[in-house]
């Protein structure tokens, strides 16, 4: 069962190992060693990680690191754009990738990240010395497997280094989204929302745009859109595939050779077909790595996690406006679970959840943050997730405010049960839920 | 001294510098991002205090305005060279640029450029064919709308001052001085334009400081005093009357309502006692005008009234009317109409106003010249035993150079051995 979770580390491990022996093919043993040395040294490095460090601060680590591989393609594919459009720059980089420290280096690197991120599958207790062996062993198995494999592959099949960047970052970033805390799509989007919310505002302001009372409401709802999820998400597609998206740009548009000088037509269809078949073939690379960017996008919009989620129960306040909710009786609180509840009053509705947290604390907070739209939360091990953002929260800090942390509500813990008051609740609920919801799609 | 300001001048016109000062902005903004949600907003308080933030920025339309001139220079020895009046060929002007050791005669090169649906002209020495129009004014009018965003940008960051006022009708128009004229009538009217549901007119009258009579509407906002009149919000200002049984000497206050839509709550709390006031404004009968109340004469205000945190009553008085209970008294003698208006010092937004007129003009022009019409030129010149041949294309490149290579070899066997001379790419 644990080998299953593997798959998609394993198959993007194949995959990495086959495309750096492509990438640089005068260097494959340097290749395979690098990458198998570098794989061990991404698990024993992580899990020092994991000894060194308690709660999420060993997955931030290492997703930091692959959001840097995210960035550094993103900044190499504007690179080689820059050079197919022919600006004139030393080819100090052309010799560089020639070289054995960059196809070792590059190899090293590649291991150790996609050694790390498979570590990083191991759930808690399960991570057993002879488990990590075992793990390193299968990966060296598989490289060297890969050896053989890319041997059958077509000479013709050439990569270029903005290719071989592509589709190793790619594939790491699938591995990745598998893992819910090592995820990068679902975070971008978020980033990517908020940003082109406090983007358009800005931008509206600066141009002194009038406020939406002046503003007919279909006009309004054409701005609105830019305020929704969906802009999020489609942001956050564009930004995934761009890099990619622009290296193929870059590999479509290079010049092709000047064949001015022949005076035999047949001699220079002849050269501008070969030339033009070869960059065919170097684009196969990059638009791959389209697909398993797509891959990974869609593992993280559509995670195989089961999250414990229980239907709302509706409550009602007494005449001095206070909402009682016993400890014990059809819902036990104390269970350490979520449980939901659902308030209204005069057309106004209210989600919130009572939660026992690890400390053994109860807190009472709406089932939504102050960011995000109030889609709620579910409970998955140890933390609860915001299911509009993706965004895992530890089970210890429920009941703390700020970030996509669902939204603290003071209540009076009393020895049966916790009382809250309504309009506390109902006022919390439209300062902050309501407004995060305003343009949006209205709340779940 | 001329070598550094040539080399300086090539590195700050370089196309490079654009996207590196973008890329390093956009690092900076997805470091902001893991210590606020605020980013946005905090990197342009940060651009806006640092200087070498600021710097860095007005590299880009520096980069831009040289891109422009190096443009410019550029079209023009094209030009002058395709129209005979210079001889001053530099391969950079050029996509592509042979040497062949021939001496041609260029009529019946000619001959063929014209069937093939180029324009042409032929001197002794030099055959120039072109055909389909120019991008160079697109190109200029995106160079220079790009220039005007970010130098709007720019100044807007940088310089950009917001104070924010209450215009209300009868009382002058606030400004820091005192110079405004009294405001004579604010007009809310329902439009039947395609953006705007509604216009916004402030009639200002002559004042004493100079200033003529002003209307100002919604968009686009106009300059008063050196800042941009920015409308926002509604409300009231409310003269109030309020005598409670423990206060019978009552309270006078004149109060800012922000009070629209319909529905929203504006407290008012009586200073130097335990009462509050909340007030709003009626919501209207379903279909009706949501801003009927404030586009009508005889408004009505809807009021609740709390000594600490308890409601005392709450009850509805119109303007000029009056509500009594339980010894109380609200009054409202006045009720007059408001605009919450921003007073906006900030010239960058003439630029980027600018810089959207270039953007659509840029398109407008490029889109079907680069679609129907691209332009292709080439360049015969003979000078001895050498005939130098460039090209250049903006759109249907592999279409021209196909041509091109044909009126090479056109070139070539007008001669017996034609030789292979130096070949030179441009790039």
Redesign the interface.
């Known amino acids: 069962m644990v080998a299953v979770k593997f798959i998609p580390q394993i198959l993007a491990w194949i995959g990495i190992v086959l495309v750096l022996l492509r990438g640089f093919p005068g260097r494959r043993s340097l290749v395979t060693a690098a990458s198998i040395a570098g794989f061990t040294l991404g698990v024993a490095g992580t899990v020092i990680l994991f000894r060194s460090f308690s709660g999420t601060t060993p997955f931030g680590v290492i997703k930091s690191a692959l959001g840097v591989n995210f ?1 550094v393609l993103w ?1 190499f594919a ?1 690179t080689v754009l ?1 050079r197919s459009s ?3 720059m030393t080819n100090w980089w052309e010799k560089f990738f020639g070289s054995s420290l960059c196809a070792g280096g590059g190899a090293l690197l590649a291991g150790v990240m996609a050694g790390a991120v498979s570590a990083c599958r191991f759930p808690g207790a399960d991570a057993t010395a002879v488990a990590l062996l075992l793990l390193v062993l299968v990966a060296g198995v598989l490289a060297l497997e890969a050896l053989a494999v890319e041997n059958m592959l077509p000479a013709s099949l050439t990569v270029t280094p903005a290719g071989l960047l592509s589709i190793v970052v790619s594939l790491l970033l699938l591995s990745a989204s598998s893992l819910l805390r090592l995820d990068l799509f679902s975070p971008l989007s978020m ?1 990517v929302m ?2 082109i919310h ?2 358009v505002h ?1 931008f509206m302001e ?6 939406h ?5 279909v ?1 309004w709802k054409y701005i609105g859109f830019l305020f929704g999820k969906e802009v999020g998400f489609w942001g956050g597609i564009i930004i995934w595939f761009t890099p990619a998206l622009l290296i193929t740009l870059a590999v479509g548009s290079q010049r092709l050779p ?4 022949i ?1 035999q ?1 047949a001699q ?1 269809r002849k050269l501008l077909s070969d030339a033009l078949r070869s960059r065919r073939l170097q684009m196969v690379m990059p638009l791959c790595s389209l697909a398993v960017f797509a891959a990974a996008a869609y593992q993280s919009s559509f995670p195989s996690v089961e999250y414990w989620d229980p239907k709302p129960v509706a409550v009602t306040a007494n005449q001095s406006g206070e909402i009682f909710i016993p400890k014990q009786g059809e819902i036990d609180l104390l269970d350490g679970k979520l449980h939901k509840y659902l308030f209204k009053q005069g057309g106004r509705e209210v989600r919130f959840f009572v939660l026992q947290n690890p400390a053994g604390q109860l807190t009472v907070d709406l089932d939504a943050c102050a ?1 995000c739209k109030p889609d709620g939360y579910g409970q998955a091990e140890g933390s609860v997730i915001c299911y509009y953002c993706k965004t895992l929260i530890p089970l210890e800090t429920v009941g703390k405010p700020g ?1 996509c942390n669902p939204v603290p509500v003071h209540f009076t813990e009393k020895a049966d049960g916790v009382a809250i008051d309504s309009v506390t609740l109902i006022n919390s609920w439209d300062t902050t839920v309501k407004v995060t919801a305003r343009g949006k799609e209205g709340g779940k | 001294m001329m070598r550094l300001l040539r080399a300086s001048a090539a590195v700050v016109s370089s196309r490079a510098v654009t996207p590196l000062v973008i890329g390093f902005f956009f690092l900076l903004y997805i470091g902001i991002a893991f210590f606020t949600d605020e980013t946005l907003i905090s990197l342009m308080a940060f651009t806006r205090r640092s200087v070498v933030l600021a710097a860095l920025l007005a590299l880009i339309p520096l980069n831009y305005a040289c891109r422009i001139v190096r443009g410019a220079v550029k079209q023009r020895a094209v030009h002058r060279i395709f129209a005979g009046k210079s001889a001053d060929y530099r391969s950079e002007l050029f996509d592509e640029t042979v040497e062949l050791c021939v001496t041609p005669s260029f009529r019946t090169l000619e001959m063929r450029l014209i069937s093939e649906g180029y324009k042409t002209r032929r001197s002794e020495a030099t055959l120039a064919a072109w055909r389909g129009i120019g991008i160079f004014p697109a190109r200029m009018l995106y160079l220079a709308a790009t220039f005007c965003l970010f130098a709007g940008i720019l100044v807007s960051i940088t310089t950009r001052t917001s104070h924010r006022q209450m215009v209300i009708e009868g009382e002058p128009l606030p400004m820091a001085d005192g110079s405004g004229g009294r405001v004579e009538r604010i007009i809310l009217a329902n439009a039947t334009g395609a953006i705007l549901s509604r216009t916004l007119t402030m009639e200002v009258a002559p004042s004493n400081a100079g200033h003529g009579k002003r209307i100002f509407g919604l968009y686009p906002p106009s300059l008063y005093g050196g800042a941009f009149v920015y409308p926002r919000y509604l409300g009231l200002a409310l003269l109030l009357h309020f005598y409670a049984p423990d206060m019978p000497a009552g309270y006078e206050k004149r109060c800012i309502l922000n009070c629209y839509p319909p529905g929203k709550e504006a407290s008012e709390v009586i200073p130097g006692s335990p009462y509050r006031i909340v007030f709003s404004i009626p919501e209207p009968a379903a279909g009706s005008d949501r801003y009927l109340s404030y586009m009508a004469e005889n408004r009505v205000l809807r009021f609740k009234l709390l000594k600490g945190n308890d409601v005392l009553f709450t009850g509805s008085a119109p303007g000029g009317g009056e509500f009594a209970q339980d010894g109380y008294r609200l009054a409202f003698p006045e009720i007059r109409r408001l605009v919450v208006t921003d007073y906006i010092g900030d010239y960058g937004v003439l630029f980027i106003w600018a810089a959207a007129l270039f953007f659509a003009a840029a398109v407008f022009i490029w889109l079907p010249i680069r679609a129907f019409w691209p332009r292709r030129e080439m360049l015969f010149m003979s000078a001895g035993d050498v005939t130098r041949a460039c090209s250049r294309a903006e759109g249907g490149a592999r279409r021209h150079a196909g041509v091109f290579h044909e009126a090479l070899d056109l070139v070539a066997a007008g001669q017996k051995q034609p030789e292979e001379a130096d070949k030179t790419l441009s790039l």
């Open positions: 960035l900044g504007v820059y022919g600006q004139g980033k908020k940003g406090d983007f800005q600066s141009i002194l745009v009038p406020d009372l002046f503003v007919r409401s006009v000047s064949v001015a000088h005076r037509g220079r960011i970030g």
